[in-house]
T-cell receptor
Framework: GAGVSQSPRYKVTKRGQDVALRCDPI?????LYWYRQALGQGPEFLTY????????KSGLPNDRFSAERPEGSISTLTIQRTEQRDSAMYRC????????????????FGEGSRLTVL | KQEVTQIPAALSVPEGENLVLNCSFT??????LQWFRQDPGKGLTSLLL?????REQTSGRLNASLDKSSGRSTLYIAASQPGDSATYLC???????????FGPGTSLSVIP
């Protein structure tokens, strides 16, 4: 696609429900990142993939959070048994290279998915 | 653990002024440093990427410098315009874990 696409753009859910957030990266991009951003703060790293392999999930807050990218393209971030503290903007980014430094590449962000847990 | 900080947290300047935004990082083992712009309610847009072997990058009125040994980068904006009003974030890609870590951002307001 022309850019990184995230869906849904807005999600309101009740506490205890599961939610799935989707990211469709730029076509051909190898690396895919998930971030969470609270209002007035920089993005907080959650996890990232090179192709279909999850390289680092150290930023996932707890075991209610999981992510997958089964075919090395679209990724899904799943939050089980949501809590109010999970409310935030969830951002996905992709880059061309497994390691940005190998190519003068950039990290391209989607518009984000705003999650509100009531 | 890599920590990225940005000073000031907020800045308000009159139109036409030159200004400098600062970014500091605690671990100099980085591949690159990137500056982003974020408009309210929008995603992040990459402005400049500096490889660890480089000292600076320029794009139009923007100039970013990198001093890896001291863990600092600056973003210089010349002849600021109201359209420059946004939050500016820096991010470093670590060599140890390949993660890209962001600072908290500087909120810039350019007054007409």
């Amino acid at each position: 696609g022309a850019g990184v696409s995230q869906s849904p753009r807005y999600k309101v859910t009740k506490r205890g429900q599961d939610v799935a957030l989707r990211c469709d990266p730029i076509s051909g991009h190898v690396s895919l990142y998930w971030y969470r951003q609270a209002l007035g703060q920089g993005p907080e790293f959650l996890t990232y993939f090179n192709y279909e392999a999850q390289q680092d999930k150290s930023g996932l807050p707890n075991d209610r959070f999981s992510a997958e990218r089964p075919e090395g393209s679209i990724s899904t971030l799943t939050i089980q048994r949501t809590e109010q503290r999970d409310s935030a903007m969830y951002r996905c980014a992709s880059s061309l290279s497994p390691r940005l430094a190998e190519i003068t590449g950039e990290l391209f962000f989607g518009e984000g998915s705003r999650l509100t847990v009531l | 653990k890599q920590e990225v900080t940005q000073i000031p947290a907020a800045l308000s300047v009159p139109e036409g002024e030159n200004l400098v935004l600062n970014c500091s990082f605690t671990d100099s083992a980085i591949y690159n440093l990137q500056w982003f712009r974020q408009d309210p309610g929008k995603g992040l847009t990459s402005l400049l990427l500096i490889q660890s072997s480089q000292r600076e990058q320029t794009s139009g009125r923007l100039n970013a410098s990198l001093d890896k040994s001291s863990g600092r980068s600056t973003l210089y904006i010349a002849a600021s315009q109201p359209g420059d009003s946004a939050t500016y974030l820096c991010a470093v890609e670590e060599t140890s874990y390949d993660k890209v870590i962001f600072g908290p951002g500087t909120s810039l307001s350019v007054i007409p």
